[in-house]
């Protein structure tokens, strides 16, 4: 007995050193979390009487925002949001994502991708009601056409359409045909495809964006072009990029105030959500063509909810 002790003793010494020489894994070296202090309009401020926000997050070596970002009430300091952002100013939630009235009440929650809301999101009052939304598309903008003069002629070789978004919008569906001179012409309807198109419930705003746009691609054009036109185009929710695209010949400096560009595409029917409070868009398109026109036809629905 006294040699299976010994034995016993020599295995435990033996198992203790091996496992004090294997190496430890090794720290993992975060960034500091540095804070941010925002005003009511979440305009970024040093001035504390102005402070209403504060944000606590992670930035890499880039200045992205890393792992998961928490926004406080101020002086509170308690939680309004928790999640990940894909990208900041402006905020692109991404994944799961987490709201709170200032009473504590929870808010929303529910996933986001590249800042979109999904199917699974889901809003509260402050007094834990829960938010119900009806969703109907609408005209923004009815079948509209212009002749876009060629980029050697004496007229215009750019064209902005402005269009008015009703109160609530929160995507559309445009459909835009750019064809040059000598194409055979345009057929659609314009919203009457996507009039019936309607649901309840915020969550169901991509689902129904993405069932109109179908609705509307499928009236198709009578006649497709037989050529790819030399126009390029911007969709720009900012007036100030709109007059530097009259003013300089068909170009945007800033790629940021644009939600869509395109080039030497003759037909696209998209859908595309709009940030809240956005009432009004601006459809660019420009001829690069030397010696031929072109003619652009537009037609865009709004889906507008009404939550209550």
Known sequence: MAKNYSLLFLLLIICTTALAQRPKPAAVSLPPADTVYFDRDWE?????????????ARHDAAGKAIGTVRDYYFPSWK?????????ENPDKPMGLCCGWHENGQVSFRGTYVNGVQQADFRSWHDDGREIKCASVM??????????????????????????????GTVGIVYKLDVRDEGQPPIS?????????????????????????????????????PTVSTKCHWYI?????????????????SRD???????????????????????????????????????????????????CK
């Not at 509209?144 to 215009?156: D, E, F, G, L, V």
């Not at 309607?198 to 609705?215: Q, R, V």
């Open 188 to 224: 659609w309807s314009t919203a009457l495809a996507v009039a019936a198109v309607a649901g309840s419930g915020g969550a169901a705003a991509p689902a129904l964006l993405s069932t109109a746009a179908t609705a509307l691609n499928k009236q198709g054009n009578n006649a497709p």
């Open 44 to 56: 970024r401020t040093e001035t504390l009487e102005e402070v209403a926000y504060a944000r606590i």
């Open 256 to 306: 940021k105030l644009c939600f869509r560009a395109a080039e030497n595409t003759p037909q696209e029917t998209r859908p595309m959500a709009v940030p809240a409070g956005t009432r009004r868009l601006y459809v660019c398109v420009n001829n690069d063509n030397y010696t031929t026109d072109a003619t652009a036809t537009l037609s865009v629905s709004a889906l507008v909810q009404d």
């Open 236 to 252: 720009t929710p900012d007036e100030n990029a709109a007059q530097q695209f009259l003013a300089t010949k068909g170009t945007i």
């Open 79 to 87: 939680k309004q949001w928790e999640g990940k952002l894909a990208s």
């Open 138 to 167: 609408q005209d923004a903008l009815p079948l509209s056409n212009a002749t876009i003069h060629c980029s050697n002629c004496m007229h215009s070789s750019r064209k902005v359409f402005t269009v008015d978004l009703p109160v």
